[in-house]
């Protein structure tokens, strides 16, 4: 049989193309719950439908995050109803929302919430009425299952995200170092969670210092302890420790003391504790509601959502703090409050990619890459064999001007954001492309408070922080930086504030 | 005739060589440490090929004739090399003997050929000629079976026929030969007819060298594999010597039917003989229906049902006639139902009620096994005893795992369950150990069922003594969080194995 040079090339090709088709299947996904647009619409000022409908309530929740639905759990849970949440989104949770698909539920942001500490009283009678602490015992199907993290580096997998293996000396004693200097800031006082409860003017000159310069004073310089600290302030702040308060820095590790192996999860992430929140409360939030003018009067306020006054004698502003000078008739802007830009993916896998060895597990890191790793959904399975899952991807741009990171999150286009992501994923687990069927993606300009040098003991935040009266704030920007415990603790306050207000007067 | 001479001697030069790899090779394959193996075979090969040519002197008449010859025995031991050191690694305690046996006769009949040959040419050409021609093509032959042998040799054939093949072409020279040097050759005729039989020899090998290589690898495995399957879940393999059949999942063995029923009857009878009138049984795990068959043994039952997650597994112990005469068709009764689910979601979304629970998991060798151990699971699964209910859970060894033994007997105590540890022996597992566990204390039963092989009454105030050896370790608990068995396990057996 004689082939042709030019049969043999065809067949070549042919055969290229079949591979080629098989190398790329095909990926679906695009951006979803995309909410800059209203943001937009506040910042720009734009017009609004006239006033139609009048409601009064006693109190008017604006924004339907944690610190919103906690301070409605907190006047529902004293009998107190005659109050709404609106939130502006769809969705309420804030950063705690939530995905489903045929597979399993899974996070959009926040994820988990650290084993809280005594002091964290609010936290803990949520959790008891919602059944996770019992007697106190934590139910263990809540806490986080072993194996729980897991660090890419030198080509493996370790058990932990804190570095353990290839070690010099010098990294061992700075880190040993790090962790005894921890420990007298845990004696301190000092940090603690909420962190109201600790604060003090002794360490207002930690707040003014990055806290990369303070690891510098300190002597220490290992690449490898400074890598680590780096990806906890990125982790926790979306912002680099050169980006972060040197006080903001220390409170991420000296305020908790982790009393039960942790954190605490669900399979959606905080958006579960969200669910059980809306359980209680039924219409009392209203989603898909945008507030856009709020207008103090005499006697009461007014806030206009849609074509809507509601008239209220009280209002709690738990949506981020930096929208209220766009909403609120004569408030000046704020300088102090910055926000770090966050991507987040979620990763539908139609089987699980072969692993570089370890067992697969929760929250999994790479040394070195911009983004910081992805957390497991079918994780808390009760299962022992799983066969599909959905991973949460998340990724700071910490790296340059928040502005200038808004600018590219909104400016590149699905499968510029698609392909890095599988970029970053395959050098860990080179056969991801084989494994995703659909990548959906959420942009949030604004995801986080970012303690930067100076914001902590600012007096614009403890002015806002500390206000009585009709308008209250409540968001978790006001303690600095947000976690689910600050949300719900300035909630939780604002509530209290209201109700003692009221309880005075009844 | 010059040119197919030469070519000849390209031939068995490569055959030479062929013979002397594949010796090494098998050695390396079968007996490992490949270095060694390799420099014995090729020292041992050069040093017969010498005493072949020292020996060649002592030939002085007949040399065609006898050249034929060696080629014909060449091809035949050199041939059937390969088969015959498999069969003899498989069914003889000498291989080692036979094996360099074997490399000495060929390195002898090798070193023979080319002296001989070079003396039947030798009034044909010049001298140095002869050497130049004959080393030549010698040594080109040698190459191309060095580079044949790894590339199309080993990987396409096998060794077994390759040594064939080249035996093969050892006997197709010596035909050859008697035409080349007919006018030396005594009688054509008879050494024809042998070339022949010799070829023919061959080329049944050659057809049936599978059925050489099956026979002889099947007793190097020990046991003759009688099923093997990649389910969805695991790999199963069952193994039958004799009358012992053996099933092994992901390679763990699960049991030896010579022995099983010990371990069987320990699993089920000291706990379910102690439930007042048992109705109602749940067994999580025991896809293999022998701890199925025990329960059946008591005519209050009602009703067995079985969760297990792999329906390959359970259909198999439903249907294979070997083993549903060794499960007793217990899966074919009607009181039986057998539902295929993951077990932890199963026992934690079911409602019903049971008065015996066995949990028979394999061992908690990883983290999804281990959520199996937890005291979630046990919580989950006590959920479902009756007031007079009893559960035993299959705990890994006392004795080569004490740590993991008595990690799952305090995870139960701390899933609020009262728990009587014990053990027995079953000989192809070692010590083993169960834990009957309940919301009240447990009673030891006054009567067991008739007929059992192991377990008796008097027997049982025994198992559920510890010597020292086996007592109690200090162990924190289980937990979905903080998985300390499936480490403590892992840690046991390195301290066996090392």
Redesign the interface.
């Known amino acids: 049989m004689r082939v042709s040079r030019r049969k043999f090339l065809q067949a070549g090709s042919a055969a290229l193309v079949g591979l080629s088709v098989k190398g790329d299947r095909p990926i679906t996904g695009s951006f979803v719950n995309d909410s800059f647009q209203l943001g937009h619409q506040l910042r720009d000022r734009s017009t609004f439908p006239e006033v139609r409908k009048l409601e009064k309530h006693s109190v008017v929740i604006v924004g339907g995050g944690i610190a919103g639905l906690s301070a409605a759990w907190r006047l529902h849970k004293r009998g107190f109803t005659d109050f709404i949440v609106l939130e502006m989104n769809d969705q309420p949770g804030g950063n705690s929302r939530w995905g489903q698909n045929e597979i399993t539920a899974f996070p959009w942001a926040a994820h988990y919430v650290p084993v809280p500490g005594p002091k964290a009283a609010y936290v803990r009678e949520l959790f008891e009425e919602l059944g996770v602490l019992r007697n106190g015992e934590w139910d263990?199907?809540y806490?986080?299952?072993?194996?729980?993290e897991r660090l890419f580096l030198y080509g493996r997998w370790q058990q932990g995200i804190e570095p353990a293996i290839g070690l010099a000396d010098r990294d061992r004693e700075q880190f040993r170092r790090f962790e005894e200097l921890i420990h007298k800031f845990r004696d301190s006082g000092g940090f603690t969670i909420p962190m109201e409860r600790g604060l003090s003017p002794k360490q207002a000159d930690l707040d003014r210092l990055p806290f990369s310069q303070w690891l510098r004073a300190q002597g220490m310089d290992s690449t490898i302890l400074n890598w680590y600290l780096n990806y906890c302030c990125r982790d926790d702040y979306g912002a680099l420790a050169s980006d972060t308060s040197a006080w903001a820095g220390l409170h991420y590790f000296a305020s908790r003391e982790p009393e039960?192996?942790?954190p605490l999860t669900w399979p959606e992430g905080n958006g579960w504790i969200v669910k059980r929140l809306l359980e209680r409360l039924g219409p009392l939030v209203r989603s898909g509601r945008i507030v856009h003018r709020i207008e103090p009067r005499k006697n009461d306020l007014s806030v206009f959502c849609g074509d809507t006054e509601h008239k209220t004698r009280f209002v709690i502003f738990a949506a981020p703090t930096f929208l209220a000078p766009y909403i609120v008739e004569g408030m000046t802007r704020l300088q102090e409050f910055e926000y770090s830009p966050w991507l987040t993916a979620n990763l539908t896998l139609d089987r699980m990619p072969a692993s570089c060895g370890g067992?697969s597990t929760w929250d999994n890191v790479v040394m070195n890459s911009p983004t910081l790793g992805y957390v497991d959904a079918m994780h808390q399975?009760?299962?022992?064999?799983?066969e599909r899952t959905v991973w949460t991807f998340y990724w700071a741009l910490a790296d340059g001007a928040p502005a200038e990171n808004r600018r590219r999150l909104l400016e590149k286009d699905w499968s510029y954001w698609k392909e890095a992501i599988l970029h970053d994923l395959e050098r860990v687990h080179p056969d991801i492309r084989q494994c995703v069927s659909r990548i959906d993606l959420m942009r949030l300009g604004h995801a986080m408070a970012r303690p930067k040098p100076g914001a902590i003991f600012s007096p614009e935040r403890r002015d806002l922080a500390g206000r009585n009266g009709r308008f209250l704030f409540a968001n978790s920007d006001l303690s600095g930086f947000s976690i689910f415990e600050e949300a719900q603790y300035r909630g939780v306050r604002a509530a209290e504030k209201v109700l003692a207000t009221l309880g005075g007067k009844s | 005739m010059g040119i197919l001479l030469f070519i000849s001697v390209l031939l068995i030069a490569a055959c030479g060589l062929i013979y002397e790899l594949i010796a090494g090779t098998l050695a390396s394959y079968l007996l490992g440490d490949s270095v060694l193996q390799f420099s014995t075979i090729i020292g041992c090969y050069l040093f017969a090929m010498g005493i072949g040519s020292a020996l060649s002197r002592y030939l002085s008449r007949g040399l065609a004739y006898r050249f034929v010859w060696i080629e014909l025995m060449l091809g035949l031991i050199g041939g059937f090399s390969s088969a015959l050191l498999f069969l003899a690694f498989a069914y003889s305690q000498g291989f080692q003997i036979i094996l360099y046996a074997v490399v000495m006769v060929i390195g002898m009949l090798v070193g023979l050929e080319i002296p001989i040959l070079m003396r039947i040419v030798r009034e044909r050409y010049q001298f140095r000629d002869v050497v130049a021609h004959i080393l030549t093509f010698d040594y080109l032959g040698a190459l191309g079976a060095s580079l044949l042998f790894p590339v199309l040799l080993v990987p396409h054939l096998g060794l077994v026929r390759s040594a064939m093949l080249f035996g093969l072409v050892n006997v197709a020279v010596a035909l050859w030969s008697t035409f080349l040097f007919a006018k030396q050759l005594p009688s054509v005729r008879g050494l024809r007819v042998l070339c022949a039989l010799v070829m023919c020899a061959l080329a049944l090998g050659l057809a049936q060298a599978r059925r050489i290589t099956t026979a002889a690898e099947d007793n190097i495995y020990a046991d003759e594999i009688i099923f093997a399957r990649d389910t969805r879940y695991q790999h199963i393999v069952l193994t039958r010597f004799k009358d012992d059949i053996r099933l092994f999942l992901n390679s763990h063995l699960q049991f030896s039917s010579r022995d099983e029923y010990r371990y069987h009857e320990a699993l089920i009878h000291p706990g379910l003989a102690a439930v007042p009138a048992p109705r109602r049984v749940l067994v999580l795990g025991g896809g293999d229906g022998l701890a199925v068959r025990e329960i059946l043994r008591y005519p209050q039952v009602e009703s067995v049902t079985l969760v297990d997650l792999d329906p390959e597994m359970t259909r198999l112990f439903a249907t294979h006639p070997m083993l549903t005469r060794l499960n007793q068709q217990s899966f074919q009764s009607p009181k039986v139902r057998i539902i295929n689910a993951d077990a932890f979601p199963w026992v934690d979304s079911n409602a019903d009620s049971f008065d015996f629970i066995v949990i028979d998991f394999p061992d908690p060798t990883n983290y999804s096994l281990g959520k199996l151990y937890t005291t979630a699971f046990y919580r989950a699964a006590a959920r479902h005893l009756s007031a007079q209910g009893l559960m035993v859970v299959q705990s890994t060894s006392p004795m080569f795992s004490r740590d993991s033994y008595w990690c799952i007997v305090e995870t139960l105590k701390r899933a609020g369950l009262k728990t009587c540890p014990y053990h027995v022996y079953v000989p192809s597992f070692g010590e083993w150990g169960f834990v009957i566990a309940s919301g009240h204390e447990y009673v030891p039963p006054t009567s067991v069922p008739a007929g059992l092989r192991f377990v008796s009454l008097d027997g049982l105030p025994s198992m559920f003594q510890f010597p020292p050896d086996m007592s109690p370790m200090s162990m924190p608990p289980n937990r979905l969080n903080d998985q300390v068995l499936v480490r403590a396990y892992d840690q046991d057996w390195k301290d066996i194995s090392h």
């Open positions: 263990e199907r806490l986080c299952f072993a194996p729980q039960e192996k942790g067992d399975t009760l299962q022992s064999r799983v």
